[in-house]
C-alpha cells in the first residue's frame, strides 16, 4: 500500500534518551482525550525514530482496532489476531504479543477477555481493602503485575505506552502507572475532566509514591479541548494553571480537531490534505512538546 509514503520512513532520532522510558497518560474520568494522545503521540514519536511500544491495557481494546487499521494502511501482509493482554498475564509473559505496526511502532494487543484482569488478580493474590493488615501485600502484588511483565521488554524500545480504561482506582489504571516512569495528566477543559485530574493525582498517583514507592512522576499536565464547537472553557484553564503552575502545563494545548475521532475507522496517517492539516497544528506542536518537557527533565542526551 502506502510503503512509499513519509509514514512509512523513520527517521533517526535526532536526540537519544538516557533511558527507555514507560509513559501513562491518566485521568480518573473517561473521554479526557487519554486514547487520542497515547495513539498520536507514540504514532509521530515513532515516526521520529524512537523504537515505540504501545500496550493496550482497556478491555475494549479501541487503540488495539485503530492500530490494526493503522497497520493495514502501511503493510500488505494479512494479519490474524494472536495472544493478546489476558493470555500474556496468565503465561506471565508479554514478549511473544508484540506486533510491528509501522517501522519503529509495536502493539501489545488487548481483548475483551482483559476485563477478567482483577478478578484473576485476586484469585491469584487475594482481596485486601486500604486499612487490612494485609493491604501492602496483596496490592502491592497486584499493582507492580504490569511493570514486572514489561521487564524483559523494557530495554528493546525508547519508548513504552501504556493506554489505560476509565475505570477510577482500577487494577489496570494502577498497575499501569505503577511501571510507568512519568504520566501525562490529561483533562478536556470541563469541570469534571479537571476534578478527575485531581482525584488521579490525589488519589492514586500519591497512593502509589507514598505507600508503594512508584518511582513515577508527571511529565506535564496536558488540556485537550474537545467539547465541540465550544470554545476553550477560560475558567478551567486558569483553574489549572492556579492548582498545578503554568510551569507543569504542557505549552500546546491541544485543539479540539475532527480529525482524530476518524482514527479507528481509517487508521492513523499523517497522508491527505487534513491529516497533514491535523499533524502540522496538532500533533507536531504536542510531540516538540513532549521531547521539550523530556529535556528539562533531563531524560535526552546533547
Ligand atoms: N482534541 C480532540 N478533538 C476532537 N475530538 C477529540 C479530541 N480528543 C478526543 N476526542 C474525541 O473524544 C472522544 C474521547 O476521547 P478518547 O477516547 O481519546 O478519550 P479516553 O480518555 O481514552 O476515553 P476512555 O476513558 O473512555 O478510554 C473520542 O471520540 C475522541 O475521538
Ligand atoms: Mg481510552
Redesign the pocket.
Known amino acids: 500500500m502506502d510503503q512509499n509514503s513519509t509514514d512509512s520512513s523513520a527517521d533517526t532520532p535526532s536526540r537519544s534518551l538516557k533511558r527507555p522510558l514507560t509513559i501513562t497518560?491518566a485521568?480518573n474520568?473517561?473521554?479526557?482525550?487519554?486514547?487520542?494522545?497515547?495513539?498520536y503521540l507514540s504514532f509521530n514519536v515513532a515516526l521520529r525514530g524512537y523504537k515505540t511500544l504501545i500496550i493496550d491495557e482497556?478491555p475494549?481494546a479501541?487503540t488495539t482496532k485503530s492500530m490494526i487499521i493503522t497497520k493495514a494502511r502501511h503493510d500488505d501482509e494479512p494479519y490474524t489476531m494472536g495472544k493478546t493482554m489476558m493470555a500474556g498475564v496468565r503465561d506471565d509473559n508479554l514478549t511473544d504479543l508484540v506486533v510491528p505496526i509501522i517501522p519503529n511502532l509495536y502493539l501489545i494487543p488487548s481483548h475483551i477477555d482483559f476485563a477478567s484482569l482483577p478478578v484473576y488478580l485476586s484469585k491469584k493474590y487475594g482481596v485486601a481493602e486500604p486499612g487490612d493488615p494485609d493491604y501492602q501485600g496483596i496490592e502491592g502484588h497486584k499493582v507492580s503485575v504490569i511493570k514486572n511483565l514489561l521487564a524483559p521488554l523494557k530495554s528493546s524500545f525508547d519508548f513504552i505506552f501504556i493506554?489505560?480504561?476509565?475505570t477510577t482506582s482500577s487494577d489496570f489504571t494502577r498497575s499501569a502507572v505503577f511501571a510507568s516512569d512519568y504520566v501525562i495528566i490529561?483533562f478536556?477543559t470541563q469541570a469534571d475532566s479537571f476534578d478527575g485530574a485531581i482525584q488521579f493525582i490525589d488519589g492514586d498517583l500519591s497512593e502509589l509514591v507514598n505507600v508503594f514507592g512508584a518511582e513515577t512522576d508527571v511529565l506535564g499536565v496536558l488540556p485537550?479541548?474537545?467539547a465541540?464547537g465550544g470554545a476553550i472553557d477560560d475558567t478551567v484553564l486558569n483553574d489549572a494553571r492556579k492548582r498545578f503552575g503554568e510551569q507543569n502545563l504542557f505549552e500546546h494545548i491541544?485543539?479540539?480537531?475532527?480529525?482524530?475521532?476518524s482514527?479507528?475507522r481509517i487508521g492513523i496517517t499523517r497522508e491527505g490534505y487534513w491529516n497533514n492539516d491535523l499533524f502540522k497544528t496538532?500533533i507536531d506542536p504536542l510531540t516538540d512538546d513532549f521531547f521539550h518537557r523530556l529535556n528539562l527533565v533531563g531524560e535526552l542526551n546533547d
Do not use: E, H, M
Not at 474520568?29 to 495513539?39: C, D, L, Q, W
Not at 491541544?254 to 475521532?261: A, D, H, M, N
Open positions: 497518560v485521568n474520568k473517561g473521554g479526557a482525550g487519554k486514547s487520542t494522545i497515547t495513539r482497556d475494549s479501541n493506554d489505560t480504561p476509565p490529561a478536556q485537550n479541548q474537545f465541540p491541544l485543539p479540539y480537531k475532527k480529525r482524530v475521532q482514527a479507528p496538532a
